[in-house]
């Protein structure tokens, strides 16, 4: 045991110097631990820090922070876990989107040992084995998204990335805090074709907001447009409704009342003397001017039987009248009295005596 442990402890400053050079070559994340501290018996171990204790090359026990005491020769202390978040930069890599563009990706990996035992014998370099699943499982994930959504997922990137690592370091004691991508690095052509696309995506906006402004402009005048004509078609209708109400309806009253005055006249003089003969005589030309207009208003013209027979056609306008005018004689009779100075003739016979003088 003695040996092997001998053996062990030579072979590891050649696995350091081994690890450094590889890190001088290219920036590898590992974190550098002190000498491991020797056994004295009587051991202050520091605050967030477990240290791993073996009994003749067997795991003893894990010491707490504070005082401890331990046995020379037998106990040895194998490993020193610190207990702190640790930082690790995960160097750049190449990685292929779904859409065949390969981008340079970096990332900062935050971790936390939990169980010293697991860290300390579950794996030969916890770190570094974090480490490398966070690059594999980094280049698994962009291979299922598109170059555009690369930019839009990368919280759900990160987090798959997280749920991915603390699923395989469970058994390695480590638990995966967060993981941020610092930056991504696309190739010089992809990134000017995604400038032009930008370039014509804001082009597109731009044309867009001012085909917008423009239709709401036309908008808002036809809206204006058409709330003036309707203002300017109530302001119409309440004038012709004011005009109607005002002066047309009193210019109806005047005429009423003017026609009915005339109609008042016109009663009281066919009650005169002689007013049913002027009545008669009146239709009489009424009848001779409506019959002469019957050729100007239309070309259809309905003629009488007997149109050459002037006489006839007057008599039959008078009998027509005085047919209408019977009712009215009689009342008129009853009242005037039967002693009357000079009889006149009759409206009929003095209408004929009139037309043959004339004729």
Not at 57 to 83: A, M, T
Not at 242 to 269: D, F, H, P, Y
Not at 330 to 349: F, G, L, M, N
Request: proline share 5%.
């Amino acid at each position: 045991a003695g040996s092997w442990s001998q053996s062990l402890s030579f072979s590891l400053p050649q696995r350091s110097q081994q690890l450094k050079h590889s890190a001088w070559l290219a920036p590898a994340p590992h974190r550098w631990n002190s000498s491991l501290p020797v056994n004295i018996g009587v051991l202050f171990v520091p605050q967030q820090e477990a240290w791993v204790v073996e009994r003749m090359g067997k795991f003893h026990r894990i010491l707490e922070p504070g005082l401890n005491f331990l046995i020379p020769l037998l106990d040895r202390i194998r490993y020193v876990q610190s207990l702190k978040e640790i930082v690790i930069n995960v160097p750049e890599q190449s990685a292929v989107t779904l859409d065949n563009v390969t981008l340079q990706i970096d990332g900062v990996l935050y971790l936390r040992v939990m169980d010293p035992y697991k860290a300390s014998y579950g794996v030969e370099d916890p770190e570094y084995a974090v480490t490398q699943l966070a690059q594999t499982t980094m280049r698994s994930e962009l291979g299922k998204l598109s170059l555009d959504r690369v930019f839009r997922e990368r919280e759900s990137l990160n987090a798959s990335i997280v749920d991915a690592i603390n699923q395989a370091s469970d058994c390695w004691g480590i638990r995966c805090l967060r993981y941020e991508i610092k930056d991504i690095h696309v190739p010089p052509r992809v990134k000017e074709s995604m400038q032009m696309q930008v370039e014509a995506e804001r082009r597109k906006r731009a044309t867009v907001l001012e085909s917008e402004g423009t239709r709401e402009s036309a908008i808002n005048v036809a809206e204006g447009q058409k709330q003036a004509q309707i203002l300017a078609s109530e302001a119409e209708k309440a004038e012709q409704i004011n005009k109607a109400a005002g002066r047309e309806a009193n210019a109806m009253l005047v005429k009423a009342r003017a026609k009915a005055e005339a109609i008042q006249l016109l009663a009281a003089a066919l009650a005169q003397q002689h007013g049913s003969a002027a009545a008669s005589l009146s239709v009489a030309e009424q009848y001779v001017n409506a019959f002469s207009k019957l050729a100007k208003d239309s070309n259809t013209v309905l003629l009488p039987a007997n149109t050459g027979d002037i006489t006839n056609m007057v008599a039959q306008a008078l009998g027509i009248y005085t047919t209408l005018t019977k009712p009215q004689a009689a009342k008129t009779q009853d009242k005037v009295p039967s002693t009357c100075a000079d009889p006149q003739p009759a409206p009929t016979e003095a209408l004929k005596a009139e037309e043959a003088s004339s004729s």
